[in-house]
């Protein structure tokens, strides 16, 4: 066995108790047999944009693996609305060049409108866009179970703030993550 497979079962066997937990808490939604449709992004976050510039609120379904830990691929969901101002540490969806959108925290901004745009699950390389870019700030997370946790929650606030100082360590927490998830 190479180090990389025993850190990673030294890891799992660690993360035993908090796994479990979190296997209940979701075990209620797993049992509910779920029908899902999928749609190409480039055909179907230009409606998603639309909508929200209408000023309605869109919920969708998470793909990727760039805002772990706040947000895992496929199974929780985000309630897209439209923004009046945008702060940094808002998730927002948004168009980072023609046809590719993101699902990206605001890290920096500057003036003229100029955001810089990061997932939490990565340990490096940014976009950047304009604010005229954003299609819409997320405002709600929506888990399986049916639990939604507001955007403006100060305890998910602080989580955030600690995440976004983590990064020089983000690697290694994010490995540790992977392992037990």
Known sequence: MDVKAIVKKIARWLATPWRSAKQRRYAEAQDVPVQRMEFPNDKFLPLVREYVAGGES????????????????????????????LE???AVLAETAPGHFVLHRIIKKEAGGRL??????????????????????????LRPNGHIIYADNKALKRKIVLWHRLLPVRRWLLFFYRATV
């Not at 947000?71 to 985000?78: A, I, N, Y």
């Open 88 to 90: 940094v540490g808002d």
């Open 116 to 141: 810089t745009l990061m997932g939490d699950g990565n340990i490096r390389g940014t976009e950047r866009c304009t604010e005229s870019d954003v299609c819409g700030v997320v405002t709600e997370y």
């Open 58 to 85: 869109v919920v969708i379904a998470v793909k990727g693996y760039s805002m772990r830990p706040f947000l895992e691929h496929l199974r929780d969901r985000v309630k897209l609305s439209p923004w009046a101002t």
